[in-house]
């Protein structure tokens, strides 16, 4: 029998669900990797084979990183370097990592991402989505989507990332190739495809016949759109009901109302606006207005090394005018959402046993402390997977 676990005496507990809500001196039971029930603190002694004692703080349900590119070789910190210096962000350093990323094994590739991954639970992200996209090959990007399936459910097939050297020539007979043999091989792999959207990468022409191509294959439609200027990414993927665009710095009127009116998640990435120094997301505008936002830390070796949740919720409250509860909600629920998930995100009867004892009162000293380490214990399907304590 899956062992049950007490977590005991929390001081506020912030579940996401409708009914259960924000209940202060609870205990939470967890049975078979789910959540069981939520009972006055100290009424359910002797009751599980495992407890925790949360000493009267804060337990979140765990963050939902729903954009990461975590399967990668090789390191960009001198073009970081360069960037402070006054270089701007472009996506030609993609081409630097996948070269590095070819010449490296799948068992090396696995193993850098597992560390990662280890590096994400300790800042109390228990779901995440991994996608491919520096092999730009058949053969690399199989690779990457096989090393991401080790890790997680969500695996991302983004062949589309920019266009290779070898076919600087002739982009289309690039699409081609992504949209035929390396789709074929990734396919089996994978739940989503991404397309990067964006002057540098692909049209919108092209980005409409990759995520056709996904979506024939089987596969749900993600865009990264409007990151480095305006351009057609959010208008293309409301028109195909994609899952999720994320960035979103550039959007026009008529991009938010497209989104409000859409089941299209805006995912907004603020550390990658931090580490490339563009301006940040209005997200204030896209909340007003309707539209659904998600967080995520878009970690990857380029534009946003970190895996730090809590960092990109204290960007999002001090620089984009979110309150820490939308900024909270966007980070667990919002990327479920993202993700077409209800499993994960909340704390409700039944949802998946992922959850984070934070050292402190409130997640408001998520933002009230920034840089602190406040991830006391993280839980992952009713396991422990990081404790600082
Ligand atoms: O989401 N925008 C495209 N892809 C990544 C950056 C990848 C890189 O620079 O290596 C992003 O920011």
Not at 65 to 84: C, I, K, P, Q, Y
Request: glycine content about 8%; hydrophobic content about 45%.
């Amino acid at each position: 029998m899956t062992p049950s676990l007490v977590i005991d005496n929390i001081g506020l507990l912030i579940t996401n669900d409708p009914e259960i809500g924000e209940r202060r001196d609870v205990s939470i039971v967890f049975e078979h990797e789910r959540v069981a029930a939520v009972l006055p603190a100290g009424s359910t002694a002797g009751a599980a084979d495992s407890r925790i004692d949360a000493g009267g703080r804060c337990l979140i349900p765990g963050f939902v990183d729903s954009h990461t590119h975590l399967v990668f070789a090789g390191d960009r910190s001198n073009e970081f370097a360069a960037r402070m210096a006054g270089a701007p962000y472009a996506a030609g350093g993609i081409r630097v990592t996948t070269a590095a990323t070819r010449a490296t094994s799948t068992t090396e590739l696995v193993a850098l991402a597992q560390a990662r991954r280890d590096a994400a639970f300790a800042c109390g992200i228990t779901h995440i989505e991994i996608k491919s996209g520096y092999g730009l090959d058949v053969e690399t990007e199989a690779r990457l989507c096989a090393a991401a399936a080790e890790l997680t459910d969500d695996v991302t097939f983004l062949g589309a990332h920019v266009v290779p050297s070898e076919f600087a020539d002739d982009p289309d007979a690039y699409v081609d190739l992504v949209c035929g043999p390396m789709l074929d091989a990734c396919a089996p792999r994978a739940r989503w495809i991404d397309v990067f959207c964006e002057t540098g990468a692909f049209d919108y022409a092209q980005s409409r016949r990759v995520l056709l191509a996904g979506r024939a294959a089987g596969l749900g439609l993600r865009v990264h759109g409007n990151q480095l200027g305006h351009g057609p990414g959010v208008q293309l993927a409301v028109e195909l009901d994609a899952a999720s665009v994320d960035h979103c710095t550039y959007l026009s009127d008529a991009d938010v109302d497209a989104l409000a009116s859409s089941q299209t998640v805006a995912t907004l990435l603020p550390a990658t606006d931090f580490s490339t120094r563009q301006p940040y997301p209005d997200a204030r505008r896209l909340l007003d207005a309707g539209v659904a936002v998600a967080l995520a830390t878009n970690c990857n070796p380029g534009s946003s090394y970190t895996s730090a949740m809590a960092f990109c919720i204290a960007l999002a409250v001090r620089d984009m005018q979110m309150t820490v509860s939308e900024a909270l909600s966007a980070a667990t629920l919002g990327g479920a959402r993202a993700l077409r998930r209800s499993d994960v995100g909340h704390l409700g009867i039944g949802a998946r046993a992922d959850a984070v004892l934070l050292d402190a009162q409130s997640p408001t000293h998520l933002v009230y402390r920034p840089g602190m380490p406040l991830t006391a214990k993280t839980l992952s399907r009713g396991a422990l997977v990081f404790s600082a304590e």
